[in-house]
């Protein structure tokens, strides 16, 4: 499908220029707003945002500032109140819930802070669910290999630490083979050793399938291994910012 350049330039950024045929996910202007009675919150408040192919790509802030909002809105969860996001020329703004329902089915992996495997279903079998239904799935045993659980894929989650578990959430996630993988605090259970475990499976599917990859954090730590780091505070991106060196997952720390 053909692609074509639809960004507002960014005069605050310091990303290098990349090519519109490389942009996965574009926003302009996005708003968000939550009405609560007679109160109304602002989740969002005109973010103009991009993820590029094979990218890696953290986008930090603290509890509030919209970052899960904003990843909801590009994986087909929500849609904004205002502004426009596409998935490669395909406007998902004013897409019906079946067109999003499609969307999310053939071209997103979404990982959680929590990692709602079934638990009377083996890891194979919970990575299963997705390749049942996905066009052209990774065999759940290749899956459960690159975030290496292949001696694990027999286990049933309560016979699993909590890394392990996310681990089989991450499977799942590819296991589609998805264009683009979100992920919403996805260490946010795990102490520090687990957490990075998690994190080299996160990196090693960005590395070696391209995986165009987003990880939403409060972690300042895990803003080192990214291509790209971008800071929201109250709706708004802050701050962007290349790394001009990316840290390995195994040595970060926090």
């Not at 819930?97 to 709602?116: E, I, K, L, P, S």
């Not at 309560?158 to 083979?177: D, F, H």
Request: aromatic share 6%.
């Amino acid at each position: 499908m053909s692609r074509t350049d639809l960004s507002r330039a960014r005069p605050d950024s310091t990303a290098p220029t990349e090519p519109a045929s490389n942009v996965v996910f574009e926003a302009e202007g996005v708003t968000k707003v939550y009405t609560m009675g007679e109160i109304q919150v602002h989740a969002l408040r005109g973010v103009d945002f991009r993820i590029y192919s094979s990218e890696f790509l953290v986008l930090l802030g603290p509890s509030g500032s919209g970052k899960s909002t904003l990843l909801n809105i590009l994986g087909g969860l929500d849609v904004p109140t205002d502004g426009r996001v596409t998935y490669r020329m395909q406007n998902l703004s004013g897409a019906d819930d079946a067109v999003r329902t499609d969307y999310r089915r053939r071209h997103v992996g979404f990982v959680f802070q929590f990692y709602n495997l079934i638990p009377s279903l083996t890891a194979k079998e919970n990575v299963a669910l997705v390749t049942e239904i996905a066009e052209d799935p990774l065999p759940p045993e290749d899956a459960l290999s690159i975030v290496g659980l292949a001696d694990r894929m027999n286990h049933f989650p309560a016979q699993m630490s909590g890394g392990e578990q996310q681990r089989v959430a991450i499977a799942r996630a590819i296991a589609k083979r998805p264009d683009v993988l979100l992920c919403d605090e996805p260490t946010g259970a795990l102490d520090i050793s687990t957490g990075i475990l998690v994190l080299e499976a996160i990196e090693r599917i960005n590395r070696e399938l391209g995986t165009a990859t987003a990880v939403i954090t409060h972690n300042a730590a895990v803003a080192g291994m990214a291509d790209r780091v971008i800071q929201l505070l109250d709706g708004r991106i802050v701050s962007e910012r290349s790394n001009d060196h990316k840290s390995p997952a195994k040595e970060l720390s926090w």
